[in-house]
């Protein structure tokens, strides 16, 4: 299902961004300095041009309904595909760069224009946050998907932690996203855990020992549970996802009860801690 991928050093790469919407662009650029990377921005084609013709880059990340400029309205048809017309003229000055398209256009000409070849992507800004464009530069440098991972969790952090370093150590994942560590910017929880699933490839569930239950009227101190929060999450990337894609990869501790509508479902045993479970886990991942 994912590609085994050799754990590397971040190169450090210098990208030109380029998007007339200064704003918007700027959580962008922060994230991707934040990252590593060093950035120069221009926010016109003039200006990306000259920064093209003395500086040397390795991305070009830039908007494709910019302002036409020197380029004028019939090549750009109105400015709808200046972005197209801006990506030839660099190629020219940067015959070695990636270029990658961060639009709002859905126009089918300039999704087929941005994925023609491995040197060129294209991405929505409606559905990439800020905090996913450093992966796709990744993909885009390395030639190859790197997979968005997804960890659901409860209260054990010491088995979050130990699935985290699995993943950075043996597939270079060192970004799988943990809603708890993602900012929520003013949204509800649920608006947070909505926007952070999307474009989801992999989910791992940890069904851990974090709470425990038991029927109203019975006595006894009841039995183990996940977290609500775990249940609910599983149930939502079960459907989302779909049960037989092999994409929701439940961890389970032994003796925690499940809702009995998955009753049966496969899972891989974390009873005695990630490292126990590294190579089933290793097997779903390279399968």
Sequence with gaps: MIPLMTRKKKVPLRILFVDDELFASSFYVEELRFAGYEVVVASTVKSALAKASTRDFDVVILDVMLLPGSLGNLETQGGFKTGIAL??????????????????????EVERWFTSDDSVAYANKVKVLPSDLARLVENLIEGKKRPRVFIVHGRNTRTLSGLKSFLRDEFAISDPVVLAEQPSKGRTLIEKFEQHAQNVDVVFVLATADD????????????????????????FFL???????????????????????????????????ISSAEAEIRRELAD
């Design 87 to 108: 990506a030839k003229r660099l190629r020219d000055k940067l015959p070695d760069a990636r270029i990658l398209a961060l639009t709002n256009s859905s126009d089918p």
């Design 212 to 235: 425990m239950g038991r029927l109203a009227k019975s006595s006894g101190a009841g039995e183990p549970r996940a977290r609500q929060n775990v249940v609910f999450e599983l149930g």
């Design 239 to 273: 459907g989302a996802l779909k049960r037989t894609s092999g994409r929701v990869i439940l961890l389970y501790e032994d003796g925690v009860e499940l809702p009995s509508d998955i009753s049966g479902v496969v899972y891989i045993d974390i009873t005695r801690g």
